[in-house]
């Protein structure tokens, strides 16, 4: 190795840096000591004057819109449906394409990409200012969309299960279960369904003399369509035996009416607020159609505390199970407070004995101001029948109790089993709802006894009724509570209505863990932020005549079905409205949208779908309708649901997101409930 001598190079480096921290700290002390004096040796170049003209340049300027798909959330997906819709978000300056061929999009990027799958592996890649994101969608050709049940079961003895699949329309679809196979019959085939999919059902009655469990097997469901066909089976299915001894004394149950021999012994107490209730006496033709499941304005709540005495068995619907009473209704076992995962018992089961008979005594009548409450004592809790009589309705065989006029000037109230009723219901001249009462003893079939007693209270004026609760106080006695008609004055403001006073519930729809519809932008516009936003400009314009609303949530938080209609009844409300926004896997649908459940409450969703229609131009397609939407279902207001556009849909979408088109929207809804208020004085 040849030798090299470092010396020299290791003074000359030693100059050189001391002689560099020398200059450094002169800079330093210079700075230090005039720090206004201007620093020339980081100098920046002079701004341009402004007479100076702009640096052009072709190249296009980033302004940090990217591609944003929202909706679907995964890159690769397996649909049955053969249409399928792309949304999202883009940068309106640059083009997107789908595959090389340019979409559509609105002014603000906006697009819903719509198409026709084929069988199989479909491939869609998306570019857009030098990005491009590729999905896979595989359309699989099904039969059988879904069945129930699917999963393995157990039913107590003597139960009744309808089995159901969710199967292509047309098709020919059978069940094979414990021997026995059946033709599927097409769900409520009145109902104009334009899906792919259609419900198919059957029914299958479990052994009721077994004396010991029963693993009775899978059921085998088996649908043909265009010559192919597919085949899914449950799991296990067992049948308990019953370890509880029912008496089936005829002579145990009124005849007549809607009573049901579910024999004795076998006691049911609802423990929820209250349960709604099903048509209890239903046939396998009612149970094949569909209708076993379907809320009705004309079942009321029954109240916590409720007692009767209930069948042993179940009738089982696609994975629900319902409670037979004697009185004639079936109600949940349990039932899902959504969002919320897991089930909440609606009814406890235990063995007892009820009075062979009940006694009604008027207790207090009393007009506080906001509600008319009768009070009552009761032998025992037992169940009874709500019904605004007259009424009919457009088409009640297909579910449609959509109501031409309200045409009902009475309301009954039966107290089940009664054969005894005390006391007077007096009814000053002053009362805002009734005019006078009635009690009619309703006869057994043969007319020799008294199987309970209707209480008749006549309305003041026809069709004049805002809504009732029933509930059991503090001192077990039991309680209907009816909503009085809320005084308003007139004024000069752009509504011609005082508003002070009344009450007002708005249900902003969804929050939390459910966001809803995600629409075109899932994380900044989803449902549920739209939902509060327009909420929260309804609210303000409201006040902005005096009433006092409130909110079932102020932000991002989760209100499950329980929670709202906890509140409604905490805050008594004169009025409820819930806002939502719509959405469709195809992205054409478009529109506005009032639905309302009670007959009481038609009036209320047609002055807010006539304001919207008439004072808005925001909106394309409308839609006054009946539904069971569970907001609606609940009786103690009237309770209106809007939708106020569509999610999916990218011309709705732009005004959804848009601060003057959903001023314009609350204005419109605004004006709806001040006619409705005028109205009703």
């Not at 007692?307 to 039932?335: F, H, M, P, Q, W």
């Not at 897991?342 to 009548?365: C, F, M, S, W």
């Amino acid at each position: 190795m040849k030798y090299i001598n470092k010396k020299p190079l290791l003074c000359f480096l030693a100059i050189t840096l001391a002689f560099s921290l020398f200059l450094c700290s002169c800079r330093t002390k210079e700075q230090t000591e005039s720090a206004s004096e201007p620093n020339y040796v980081y100098s920046l170049p002079a701004a341009p004057e402004a007479s100076e003209e702009p640096v052009s340049s072709d190249e296009p300027v980033d302004n940090g819109i990217r591609l944003v798909i929202s909706s679907p959330a995964k890159t690769s997906l397996t649909v049955t449906d053969p249409v399928f819709t792309f949304t999202g978000t883009s940068d309106p300056a640059e083009p997107l394409t789908v595959n090389g061929a340019e979409i559509p999009r609105g002014e603000d990027g906006v697009f819903a990409y719509q198409t026709e799958l084929n069988v199989g592996k479909n491939s869609f890649s998306f570019a857009h200012k030098g990005e491009t994101k590729t999905y896979t969608v595989r359309y699989r050709y099904v039969i059988i969309n879904s069945f129930a049940p699917s999963g393995a079961q157990t039913y107590p003895s003597g139960s009744t299960v309808v089995v159901n699949t969710s199967a292509r329309k047309g098709s020919t679809v059978q069940a094979s279960f414990n021997g026995q196979t059946i033709d599927l019959t097409r769900e409520n085939p009145s109902d104009e369904d334009t899906g792919e999919f259609v419900s198919y059902n059957g029914v299958f009655h479990l052994p009721s003399d077994n004396a010991q469990d029963l693993n009775l097997g899978k059921i085998s469901f088996t649908a043909s369509h265009g010559g192919k066909s597919e085949t899914f089976t449950s799991g296990n299915i067992t049948c308990k035996k019953s370890d509880i001894i029912i008496d089936y004394d005829p002579n145990a149950t009124p005849t007549g009416g809607k009573y049901i021999n579910v024999g004795s012994g076998y006691i049911a107490e609802i423990v929820e607020y209250n349960a709604e209730t099903f048509d209890g006496n239903v046939t396998d033709a009612a149970l094949k159609d569909g209708s076993v499941d379907w809320s009705r304005p004309t079942n009321n709540y029954l109240p916590k505390g409720t007692l009767d005495y209930c069948s042993s068995s179940y009738v089982n619907y696609k994975d629900i199970n319902y409670v037979t009473l004697r009185a004639g209704y079936r109600v949940y076992l349990e039932r899902q407070d959504k969002p919320r995962e897991g089930k909440k018992p609606v009814v406890r089961q235990y063995v007892g004995t009820l009075p062979d008979h009940n006694e009604i005594a008027a207790a207090e009548y009393v007009n506080n101001g906001s509600h008319t409450v009768i009070t009552f004592n009761t032998l025992w809790k037992a169940p009874f029948y709500f019904d605004l009589l007259p009424q009919s309705y457009v088409n009640p065989s297909a579910q449609n109790y959509l109501v031409n006029s309200a045409t009902y000037n009475y309301i009954d109230i039966t107290f089940c089993y009664a054969t005894v009723f005390t006391g007077e219901i007096l009814i000053p001249e002053d009362d805002p709802l009734f005019k006078s009462a009635q009690i009619i003893e309703n006869k057994t079939a043969d007319g020799s006894s008294v199987r309970d007693i209707t209480l008749r209270l006549f309305l003041k004026k026809q069709g004049a009724f805002y809504g009732w609760d029933s509930y059991y106080n503090e001192n077990g006695q039991l309680c209907f509570e009816f909503l009085n008609p809320k005084a308003v004055t007139s004024n000069e403001s752009e509504y011609g209505v005082n508003l002070d006073g009344a009450k007002i519930l708005i249900d902003v729809g969804h929050g939390g863990i459910d966001i809803g519809a995600p629409g075109f932008d899932s994380k900044n516009h989803n449902e549920a932020i739209q939902n509060l936003f327009l909420a929260n400009k309804i609210k303000a314009e409201l006040e902005s005549i005096g009433a006092d609303v409130h909110l079932t949530r102020s932000d991002n938080s989760t209100s499950s079905t329980d929670d709202k209609i906890t509140l409604l009844k905490s805050i008594k409300p004169d009025f409820c409205l819930a806002i939502h926004h719509n959405s469709n896997t195809k992205a054409s649908p478009n529109g506005f949208g009032a639905y309302h459940f009670n007959a009481f409450s038609a009036k209320a969703a047609e002055y807010i779908y006539h304001q919207t229609q008439n004072s808005t131009s925001i909106y394309k397609d409308f839609i006054f309708k009946w539904h069971y939407y569970f907001m609606c279902r609940t009786t103690n207001c009237p309770v209106v649901l809007t939708e106020n556009g569509f999610m999916s849909n990218s011309y709705d979408y732009g005004n959804i997101v848009n601060e003057e088109a959903n001023l314009q929207k609350a204005k419109a809804i605004t004006r709806g409930i001040a006619d409705y208020f005028k109205s009703i004085q």
